[in-house]
Structure formats: C-alpha cells, structure tokens
C-alpha cells in the first residue's frame, strides 16, 4: 500500500516559486496498479519521483505500507522500491546478468543467490537466459530492453513499483506486447504499481485506478470505468476525449452483458420453422443453426427463408462470427460494424453456444451510467456509491 | 585483376626503394654512424622515458581525481570557470612554461617533470570532466533510483562509462609529453633532445636522426600501449573497438 498525504513541492526558479505538486493525498491499495495521468507539466512525475526521493518533496508524507518513509535511510528506501524510467537506464558497461543483479548485489545476497535469482526473472519476461545473460544492452532492441528494465525493477522482489512512462519509447505494436506480458506477470506479483502515463488508453488498459492532475493538483481519482463515465469537470472530461464512451468498451468484458436466451434452429428444422424463429426473436437478417452439441455451424438467412422451402441443412451459410465470453466490448462492436449485424452469438472454450450479445445490450450499458450521471449530483453520488449491474436481457 | 597487379607492382616497388636505401646507407657509413651513438641513445631513451612516467603518472594522478570531483553536481558553479583556468594553462606554449619553471626551480629533473607535468594536465582532467558530465543522465538517475550511494554510483556506472573518454585524453596527453620531453634538455633534463638539440647545432643529420627516430618509435610505442590498455579496461559494452 502507497499513502500519499499532503504531498507538496514548489521549486525555486528565476521566475519565482513554481508549485509543481499542490497537497496531494492518495492511496493506492496493496496489489493495485495506480495511474498518474495528465499532460506534461501537471505534477504527475514529480509525484512519483517524490516516492523514492529522487525529488525531494518540501512538505508532506509518503507512507508505504503503513511505515513513514521519513524516517528510512534514501538508499534502503529506494532498494526497497523497484523503479522503471522511460528511457530504460539499463547499464551499458555491465552485462544483462549483472543489470538484473545490481539491486540484489547492494542488498548483499550472496552469489548463487542472485545467480539463481537473474534466471528466474529472464525466465518470468520470457526470455531465454543461456542467450541473453552473458550480453550487453547494446545488443538488444528496445523491446528488449524495457523487459530487462522490469526485470531489473523486479529482481529484489519489492513491495512497490514506480514506473515513469516505461513503455513510453517503445512502438506501439512492441509496447502492447510489453503491456500484456506485464499485467499478466503482475496477476502473479501482485505489486503495488505507481504508473506515470499520459496515454489515456494506456491508462484505461493497465490501470485499476487512475489519479487525473492539472497544474499540480489531483483532479479526480476513481476506476477506470468510473472515470469515464463519470468525468468530474470540463477539464477531465476534454482529457479523456470525446470517444471516452467507445473507450469504456475496452472494460467490460461480454460475459457482464451477454445474454443466456438465443434463437436457435437444428439442421432438421424447416425453413417456416427458421423464420417463425427469427420474427419471434427479433432478428432482422439471419438467425443461427447449431448442431448436437450446440456448436455453430451455419446461419439461415431471412431472405432464403422466406422464398424457399425446405429443412435448414440444405439452405445454410457460414457463420460469420461469433465471440468468447472473455472478449471485451470493443472486438464485438467492431464485429458488428464490419458484418451488419445487431447481434452476435457467444460461444464458450470448446465453442458451444452459450448466448448472445447484443448492441442494445451495449448501449443501454454505456447509457445507463451517463444517465445516471446527469440526473443530479445526488443520484450520481448513488451510482457511484454502488456498482453498475451488469444488465442482462 | 589490374588492381591487384598494381598492388603487387607497388609492393615490389617498395621493396627495392628498400633494398637500395640500404645498399646506400651501407656504403655512405651512416649505418655505422647510428651503431656509433647507440649507447647513447640507450641511456637517454630511459632518462626519456623516466621524464614521461614521473610527469606523466604525476599528471594522471592529480587530473583524474581533479577531472571527477569538478564533475560533482555541488562543484557545477566553479567547474567551468575551472576548466578555463585549465585551458589557459594548455594555451602558454610548453617552450615558456619549462622557461618559467626553469625560474622558480633552477635548472635539471625538477623543473622538467613540473614544466612537462602542466603540460599534460589540461587533456586528461578535460576528458575525465567531459567524460563523466557525459554519461547520460537516465543513467545516473536509473543508478541513484535503485538505491545506489553516490561512491557506488560513481564507481560501477559514472566512471566504467566514462572511462574511453578518459582514455582518450590520458593518450592524447601523453602523445603530446613524449614530443616534448626532448625540450627538457634545454634546462638540462637529459632525454633524446640531447641528440636532437646538439645534432642541429653540429648539423650532424645522423646525431639528430638517432634523437629524433627513437623519439618517433617512443611516442608510436606508448600510444600503442595505452590503446591496448583501453581494449582490455573499458568494458565491452561501452567499448566501440569492441563492439
């Protein structure tokens, strides 16, 4: 757990006392990861850097789980802490073996210890030590690199992490790579994570809190989800775009909206049967045939339907898509865009029909905390108070 | 194929240039000449080469440590200021600081190694100061970040980072101290000048040539020798004569 209280530094410029960060108080809970998130200039990497004392604050306090950093020495604190920066600073005179050991080496393991210790982390961002532990810096890519930033960050096992835009450098195809490997390391680790970004999508992707600032003060502080459908002021809200509501669809997952009943017909079925179905259920177009094990193995179309006589298994098309549960929103509206559809069937691991997502199920989801929102400040203080339903149809 | 008969044509070329600037040397005495003055020459290149150690290793000595602690962030106010007092030290021509030395200590070693000490100072305390200022900044934030003291941060990352640089200076340096070890015979510091000076003043091409040569091969020699120290000191990861 970090605990910031009243955290405040005013730098002495030429100009005059410039306040970089103004009485910032947070938390972030143990296991969490907490995005810092602003434009440049807010206060957001002087916040970090004041955890580790790389920048001294001029008042106020950090607590880490519970103890007042205070009174701790800077070089035990800081080897207490794992630290990421943006442009890496791995060490380019020592090799990727002795980068990954630096920390453990000033904490005094001793040799087989954090022999051991750099292959276990080669290992956990999957790559392969016997190729990489004997070579410098210099002769990895960017990518490569930042994991052995982490790796490094990582190697003592601390309970806290500071990262300062560590994918920042990276290409965006790399740096999604970089950023699913982390989260799904961190569901091991289970660190708490301070995270500088100012990529809002990055934030919406790794954070499970995120801290907005403006001009040294921390704006708004809530779950992504809230956050976005929840902007607190003009600023937050011209931040996190126009597009906030598409960007909410990353955070739900189709299992919180997908719903069990689904119109479905057998191969045996006549077609009048297959388009009794579809006008009962709603669709407009198509509606899905399943075989024994409920597997999709076609659509019958409306059209075909109504012209023509005779069972589905002889008038049938492809499937055109269907998704998992674990799926995020935004892959099916996609989905949905491309094929024209207003519905598309989910399947589970061993692809058997389980049920259905539909676009009004998305919107009424979207909607529904929007609404809520504008209802009044007292209404949208209960919606944030209790968590949204997952709406089923 | 024409290039590489011209190659051969040109070696083929040198050979007999070779062969006949022999032939001649031979004939005209001048071999016999150089083998006349070799016990001179010896002794003189050891006194020649004690000059460059003891101003030399004297010069690294105090330009290294002076070179980082300029380099310190609490020195940032005075180190530029100090470095030009450096610069200026280098823009007297060595010929007037042996002069001046030579009239505050008198004549002989003393004034020698101090005079050829000055001179060799500035290179070696200007790249051990660009050097470590040099080292990229995410470095030294990335060493300090993880819990490094300032002596750890200096030791395992300013310095093995800064150290081609420092190289650099201390081989430009001591190129400079050996060419000029041969004006501390003119305040009677012995060394191959001996030869050089005297050879002049008999015009006796051969006397100043057995100064002069082996002050050329001393000055190749020693070059070579700190650039293999280089290759073997600076780590592999920041050396590009390894990369």
């Known amino acids: ?393 | 194929m024409p290039t590489l008969n011209l190659a051969g044509a040109g070696r083929l070329l040198v050979l007999v240039a070779v062969f006949l600037a022999g032939i001649w040397s031979q004939s005209s005495g001048m071999i016999d000449d150089f083998i006349f003055y070799l016990p001179d020459v010896h002794y003189l290149v050891v006194q020649h080469l004690w000059l460059t150690l003891m101003s030399g290793g004297l010069a690294i000595v105090v330009a290294i440590p002076l070179g980082i602690l300029l380099s310190r962030p609490s020195m940032a106010r005075v180190a530029e200021s100090m470095m030009q007092v450096l610069n200026v030290g280098t823009t007297i021509p060595t010929l007037a600081v042996l002069a001046l030395s030579m009239s505050f200590l008198g004549i002989g070693t003393v004034p020698a190694v101090f005079g050829l000490f000055v001179a060799t100072l500035l290179p070696i305390a200007r790249n051990t100061y660009t050097g470590l200022k040099g080292v990229n900044p995410a470095l030294k934030e990335a060493a300090a970040g993880i819990g490094m003291s300032p002596t750890q941060r200096l030791l395992r990352v300013e310095l093995p980072n800064a150290l081609y640089v420092i190289f650099a200076g201390i081989r430009t340096a001591l190129a400079i101290n050996i060419g000029t070890v041969p004006l501390a015979f003119l305040i009677g510091a012995g060394g191959l000048g001996e030869l050089i000076f005297t050879g002049i003043d008999l015009y006796d091409p051969v006397m100043m040539l057995s100064g002069a040569i082996p002050t050329a091969l001393l000055a190749v020699v020693v070059d070579m020798l700190i650039a293999i120290t280089a290759f073997l000191l600076v780590p592999r990861g920041v050396n590009p004569s390894r990369a």
Request: proline share 5%.
């Open chain 1, 1 to 393: 757990m970090i605990r910031l209280d009243n955290l405040t530094k005013v730098f002495d410029t030429p100009k005059g006392a410039v306040t970089a960060a103004d009485h910032i108080s947070m938390e972030v809970p143990s296991g969490e990861i907490c995005i810092l998130l602003g434009p440049s200039g807010c206060g957001k990497t002087t916040t970090l850097k004041m955890i580790n004392r790389i920048v001294r604050p001029t008042s106020g306090k950090v607590f880490i789980n519970g103890e007042d950093t205070s009174s701790l020495d800077t070089q035990d604190l800081r080897r207490n802490i794992g630290y990421v920066i943006q442009q890496i600073g791995l060490f380019p005179n020592m090799t990727i073996e002795e980068n990954i050991t630096v920390v453990p080496k000033l904490l005094g393991w001793d040799k087989a210890k954090y022999r051991e210790r750099a292959r276990e982390m080669m290992r956990m961002i999957a790559m392969e030590p016997d190729a990489f532990l004997k070579r410098y810096p210099s002769e990895l890519s960017g990518g490569q690199q930042q994991r052995i930033g982490v790796a490094r960050a990582l190697a003592a096992d601390p309970p806290v992490m500071l990262m300062d835009e560590p994918f920042g450098a990276i290409d965006p195809i790399n740096r999604a790579v970089i950023q699913d490997e982390f989260l799904k390391m961190q569901q091991e680790l289970n660190k708490t994570i301070m995270f500088v970004s100012h990529d809002i999508d990055e934030a919406i992707k790794m954070g499970d809190r995120i801290a907005i600032f403006r001009e040294g003060k921390l704006v708004q502080y809530s779950e992504p989800d809230e956050l976005l459908a929840a902007p607190k002021n003009d600023f937050v809200e011209s931040f996190l775009g126009e597009d906030r509501a598409l960007k909410r669809l990353n955070l739900v997952k189709i299992r919180d909206l997908a719903s069990e009943e689904i119109g479905l017909v057998r191969p045996d079925d006549t077609l009048a049967t297959a388009l009794q179905r579809i006008e009962s259920y709603g669709y407009v177009n198509s509606i899905v045939m399943v075989n024994d094990k409920r597997q999709p193995v076609g659509i019958i179309n409306a059209a075909v339907a109504r012209t023509t006589h005779g069972h589905c298994r002889d008038h049938y098309q492809s499937v055109p898509v269907v998704v998992t549960l674990d799926d995020d929103l935004r892959k099916v509206a996609s989905l949905m865009f491309a094929h024209d559809m207003t519905w598309v069937p989910c399947v589970d691991d061993d692809g058997r029909i389980v049920g259905q997502i539909t676009q009004r199920a998305i919107t009424h989801h979207l909607g529904s905390r929007y609404r809520a929102h504008s209802k009044g400040e007292d209404n949208a203080k209960a919606a944030e108070a209790s968590p949204s339903p997952a709406i089923k149809e």
